[in-house]
Nanobody, 125 residues
Framework: QVHLVESGGGSVQAGGSLRLSCGAS????????WGWFRQTPGEERVEVATIDSAGSATYGDSVKGRFTISQDNAKNTLILQMEGLKPEDTATYYC???????????????????WGQGTQVTVSP
């Protein structure tokens, strides 16, 4: 059972930066796909970025070139570095895990079995 806890959300002005962290515990197999998703009220949850067990990352079109997903394996932490934030980035951000999968991330959200509780990011104009 993978347990995920996000931290690092907050409020920032447009153009600013935030760093989200997701502490992971409760697993021994390291071959998981890890992802960040976000959701605003009344909208569907959307994928922001994923990283597979080989370290290959993918990004949603709206965040490419601004966000970076990475892992600190020594600390069992998933990170989302967000730069050049825009008001439309305002959302609740969730980390999630799928697998175990070797060097693969599923395109379907419903294959992400483990989810954190979410952390709020608010970007003001």
């Amino acid at each position: 059972q993978v347990h995920l806890v996000e931290s690092g959300g907050g409020s920032v002005q447009a153009g600013g930066s935030l760093r989200l962290s997701c502490g992971a515990s409760g697993y021994t197999n390291t071959e998981y796909c890890w992802g960040w998703f976000r959701q605003t009220p009344g909208e569907e949850r959307v994928e922001v970025a994923t990283i597979d067990s080989a370290g290959s990352a993918t990004y949603g079109d709206s965040v490419k070139g601004r966000f970076t997903i990475s892992q600190d394996n020594a600390k069992n932490t998933l990170i989302l570095q967000m730069e050049g934030l825009k008001p439309e980035d305002t959302a609740t951000y969730y980390c999630a895990a799928a697998g175990p999968f070797r060097a693969y991330c599923p395109p379907q959200q419903d294959r992400f079995t483990y989810w954190g509780q979410g952390t709020q990011v608010t970007v003001s104009p």
